[in-house]
């Protein structure tokens, strides 16, 4: 069956329109967003390990409108929009001109990703 209505089409059962898989998808985005942003604790953690937490601070090479930041060094992460996943491997392996940052703890480096990723959505 097709997803649309038409001459010798029929509409799939269910569906009223053709927009409705960008629905869908909104609907998925914002539960990701939410899940990002379940723990306000974590949040915070995540943006003042951002604006002062490392060293060097995040703040200094990267842009982050979430942040007040306007660096130019690393990327503009809002252009970016990183998930966790691309922040938690950059921060812990390193990445072009970026340092490991060996000295985070898994939960300092989990709360960060899910700051960046949840402020860039």
Not at 15 to 30: D, E, F, K, M, N
Not at 38 to 57: M, S, V
């Amino acid at each position: 069956m097709s997803w649309f209505a038409g001459p010798g089409r029929m509409m799939r059962p269910g569906l009223t329109r053709p927009g409705l898989s960008l629905t869908v998808a909104a609907v998925l985005s914002l539960a990701s967003a939410l899940a990002c942003a379940a723990d306000p604790a974590d949040a915070e953690a995540g943006r003042a390990l951002f604006l002062k937490g490392t060293t060097p601070a995040c703040v200094i090479c990267h842009t982050l409108a979430d942040a007040g930041s306007t660096g130019t060094i690393g990327p503009n992460l809002d252009e970016l929009k990183p998930d966790a996943n691309r922040v938690a491997q950059a921060v812990r392996n390193g990445i072009g001109v970026m340092p490991a940052f060996e000295a985070l703890s898994d939960e300092q480096v989990q709360a960060l990703a899910k700051y960046v990723s949840g402020a860039v959505r």
